[in-house]
């Protein structure tokens, strides 16, 4: 368990994180929790852009899940072709709503342990699902929030499932949601992949990473 003191670093540097990036919202677009589990699922490996790019259309032909149920396979592949890895896509959308389907009468489920058991639906999914669809606290663990939180030193864990624990025990309830949110506009917009902006860093004074740097 956390000691006070590091509950109390975590909630200044979020604190700190919330009055830069005000109005935290996930980078899909969506206007359902069937439509953000939908583009969830075609994030993986490939950026939110992209899937926003194919979703504009894609949700105009396919409103329920028995519409991905029922497209032909093939079709459905070339629909999703440009987030990559359409072929194990197409299959988890399918197998997903066929779930959706027979147990859950076609309604996107509010519980974790539930949508986990959906083919192409693991903790991360199911989080932003839970956190941004329903309102239900829960914290996604995506590259940005990993990386940043092993680099400020918020988790020493690589393991996507215990640094959401880690996360999860050092702050408030109303925090979770909003804090993967935070983690990943800071990661997009200074603290890069190879190339972090230090020097431009609101939270600095706080990060493990630039303390080690300036030894």
Not at 173 to 198: D, F, M
Request: aromatic fraction near 8%.
């Amino acid at each position: 368990m956390p000691t006070k003191k590091e509950k109390e670093k975590a909630k200044i540097i979020f604190d700190i994180l919330s009055k830069e990036y005000p109005n935290p919202r996930p980078a899909l677009i969506y206007n359902s929790p069937f439509e953000l589990l939908i583009a969830t699922i075609l994030s993986a490996q490939t950026t939110d852009d992209n899937v926003n790019k194919v979703t504009v259309n894609l949700f105009k032909k396919y409103k329920t899940p028995e519409d991905y149920v029922n497209a032909p396979l093939e079709k459905l592949q070339q629909d999703i072709f440009s987030t990559g890895f359409y072929k194990n896509k197409a299959k988890n959308l399918k197998g997903c709503c066929a779930g959706l389907i027979e147990k859950f009468n076609g309604e996107v489920p509010t519980k974790l342990e539930e949508l986990v058991k959906l083919p192409g639906v693991g903790r991360k999914t199911a989080s932003v699902v839970l956190g941004n669809a329903f309102g239900i606290p829960a914290i996604a663990v995506d590259t940005h929030v990993k990386r940043l939180s092993n680099l400020i030193g918020l988790s020493k864990n690589s393991n996507p499932d215990k640094i959401e624990a880690d996360l999860k025990a050092l702050l408030p309830e109303k925090y979770w949601t909003n804090s993967s949110h935070w983690l990943q506009a800071h990661g997009r917009r200074v603290c890069i992949a190879r190339r972090p902006k230090c020097d431009e860093c609101i939270i600095a004074q706080y990060c493990d990473y630039f303390k080690g740097e300036k030894k």
